[in-house]
């Protein structure tokens, strides 16, 4: 059996695909002490060790973890996006970049069998080009075999557009990644995964499904959100443009995808960390008045009904749903690994 350590888990989206695949994920490591309950509620007997990457001694953690010499081990990193993302308004000065090479120091240190990162597409160019660069190095110079590519989590059973760069490696010979389904009609789409939820308004938290609560609307948010077309509409399908917002009346192409509709039948958009919020993105419901819920958003990222997300906020709950790595395509690269020994 592969044993993993999950660095930068977040609310643990990585975590348990990697244990529906047959991974026994000992720990999820990361600096954010608030998503502790809801880390360790979903994934036991994982545990959730609240620190900070640049002070972890690896050779104490697997220590504490019980880690043995003869055991199968995989360090799995996904580290924060938003550096290598080109919508970043600090433009490649993120000092969050140098937290992959942080993790490059830990695997050197004590090399574990495999790897897998997880990052967006900018990782491997844009900003993040140099710090990749000496990234692989350090693999390459620990015996690592490596496979990367961007994918698409829409490929995986995911019901959501969201390319990924991925990267598996191994000290065990070659290894690769999954195979991505792109037979159209077998791609999951938004009706598949949330029309089974109940109707509510917006500002509603009805009883159920754990987190099926909506943001609620400002009055003249509302407004445009009922002009919308269902299925899939547009701000700019919207006949009275005074009720729009001014930056929209004098820009109306600027951010074209804000206060959009998803549509029933094709995969959602990506989620981002507002994916609750109708003014940052085509995050309303397809039918209904309102954004989607963290429910809803929590269903297009793949985790289950009973995976529940606990926190101080509303937005800080929306976050951690957008920022998870969809667990329907972490168990698909657990089990490529898997596959590899």
């Known amino acids: 059996m592969i044993k993993a350590i999950d660095f930068f888990c977040g609310a643990g989206g990585l975590t348990r695909g990697l ?29 959730f060790i609240g620190s900070d990457i640049n002070v972890i001694q690896i050779h104490e953690l697997r220590e504490e973890l019980g880690i043995q010499p003869g055991d199968s081990i995989l360090y799995a990193a996904c580290t924060p996006c938003q550096p290598f993302s080109t919508l970043n308004k600090l433009q490649g000065k993120d000092k969050r970049k140098i937290l992959l090479l942080v993790f490059a120091q830990i695997v050197e240190k004590c090399p574990p069998d495999f790897i897998l990162v997880e990052n967006v597409p900018g990782l491997n160019n844009a900003y993040g080009k140099e710090i990749y660069k000496g990234f692989l190095k350090v693999l390459r110079r620990c015996g690592f075999s490596e496979a990367a590519d961007l994918l698409d989590a829409k490929h995986f059973g995911v019901p959501q557009t969201r390319k990924r760069f991925i990267l598996v490696a191994s000290r065990h010979g070659s290894i690769s990644l999954p195979i991505p389904e792109t037979n159209a009609n077998r791609i999951a789409t938004v009706r598949q995964c949330i029309e089974k939820y109940p109707v509510i308004a917006d500002g509603e938290v009805p009883k159920g499904y754990p987190n099926h609560a909506a943001r609620k609307l400002q009055p003249n948010h509302k407004r445009i959100v009922a002009a919308i077309p269902k299925n899939g509409g547009s701000r700019r399908d919207v006949a009275d443009t005074s009720i729009l917002l001014k930056c929209h009346q004098r820009k109306p192409n600027v951010h074209k995808d804000v206060f959009g509709r998803m549509a029933w039948d094709e995969p959602s958009p990506t989620l981002t960390c507002r994916c609750t919020d109708v003014y940052c993105g085509r995050f309303i419901h397809p039918m209904q008045d309102r954004g989607i819920s963290l429910r809803e958003a929590a269903a297009l990222q793949t985790f289950g009904d009973d995976y529940e997300f606990f926190g101080p906020s509303f937005l ?26």
């Open 19 to 47: 244990l529906n695949a047959g991974i026994a994920v000992l720990a999820g490591v990361d600096n954010d002490e608030r998503l502790r309950e809801t880390y360790a509620y979903n994934n036991e007997p994982s545990r």
């Open 316 to 341: 800080f709950l929306s976050s951690q749903i957008g920022n998870a790595v969809p667990v329907k395509l972490a168990e698909q690269l657990g089990k490529s690994i898997m596959d590899s020994c």
